[in-house]
């Protein structure tokens, strides 16, 4: 399946008066590069309408689309794939009804079930809840231990799911994990573009992407990650260094909360002498 780094799913709950389509298209423009439908208590008349409607948005931005639990208003809807339980039907049979092109995820709680679920013909798992979450009641988080040994020894691609917000989610990567899956800190936001924004910057920071900016009047390709850690891959940290980001100043005291942008424009004066 094609790569991705950040997975958001649907959950109306969170976000009375606004509408799935305005939430989701804001995730989406933030950032968002594959997307779930996950609605537990429709008909599935109502669930095949959304579908479709989900369908079409993320074919806009051409972005994979995923319906959970049900492999046939996945296909009604001509959806990319599905996304099963451990208590669903088999990988096997829900690979014969879907075809081999189309995506086939699973959730695991323990490494027995993702070894199976390799075995088996999974294209992706979901690891978690890493965290207690409200979203899944009742479900015992598997902490980010489960997260090291998926990480250790997973081989299909994989994401982290449960109670993930940009507050944790470095806790998350630093044990390996290089997809994130969120609901309620994207949907239930009244920004959902920012936090996947933000999402998307630690992400790419723990995978030590290169992203591009204008670094003193020059194109430069810098790792992704903090201010800080930048000017200190410099050597700069502890020169007299003013950092004007976008033509504004960014004090010294900020630059560990500020995120290395594409686009951005920095300008770095470095001081020379005293007096
Ligand atoms: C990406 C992803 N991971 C895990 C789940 C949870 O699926 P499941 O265990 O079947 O629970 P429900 O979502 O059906 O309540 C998921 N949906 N997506
Ligand atoms: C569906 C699901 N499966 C494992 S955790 C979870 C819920 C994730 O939602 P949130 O990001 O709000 O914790
Ligand atoms: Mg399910």
């Known amino acids: ?56 948005l993320t074919r806009r931005y051409n972005v994979p689309f995923i319906v959970n639990d049900h492999p046939d208003i996945a296909l009604a809807a001509e959806a990319d794939g599905v996304h099963l339980g451990q208590e669903d039907m088999p990988i096997a049979e829900a690979r014969e009804r879907m075809g081999a092109d189309r995506i086939i995820g699973i959730s695991t709680h323990a490494i027995e079930e993702a070894r199976a679920a390799e075995r ?5 798992i979901g690891v978690g809840p890493v965290f207690p979450t409200g979203t899944k009641p009742g479900r015992q988080a598997v902490t980010t231990s489960y997260v090291r040994q998926v990480a250790d020894e997973i081989r299909i691609p994989w994401v982290a799911i449960g109670g993930i917000t940009p507050d944790n989610a470095d806790q998350v990567l630093a044990a390996g994990a290089s997809r994130l899956c969120a609901v309620s800190a994207v949907v239930g936001s009244s920004d959902p573009a920012s936090v996947c924004r933000r999402l998307k910057e630690q992400i790419a920071a723990a995978r030590g992407e290169l992203v591009p900016i204008k670094l003193n009047g020059r194109e430069e390709q810098v790792r992704a990650g903090t201010l800080e850690q930048l000017i200190q891959s410099y050597g700069l940290a502890d020169k007299r260094i003013v950092a004007e980001l976008d033509g504004a100043i960014v004090q010294r005291n900020r630059w560990e909360s500020t995120q290395v942008r594409a686009g951005m424009t920095l300008e770095l004066v470095h001081f020379v002498g005293g007096g």
């Open 1 to 56: 399946m094609r790569e991705f780094s950040l997975y958001v799913i649907t959950g109306e709950q969170y976000h009375p008066g606004r509408s799935m389509l305005e939430v989701m298209e804001a995730a989406l423009a933030g950032g968002a590069d594959i997307v779930q439908l996950r609605e537990k208590n429709l008909p599935a008349s109502e669930l095949l309408e959304k579908a479709r409607a989900l369908r079409e």
């Open 120 to 124: 088996d013909g999974a294209d992706y």
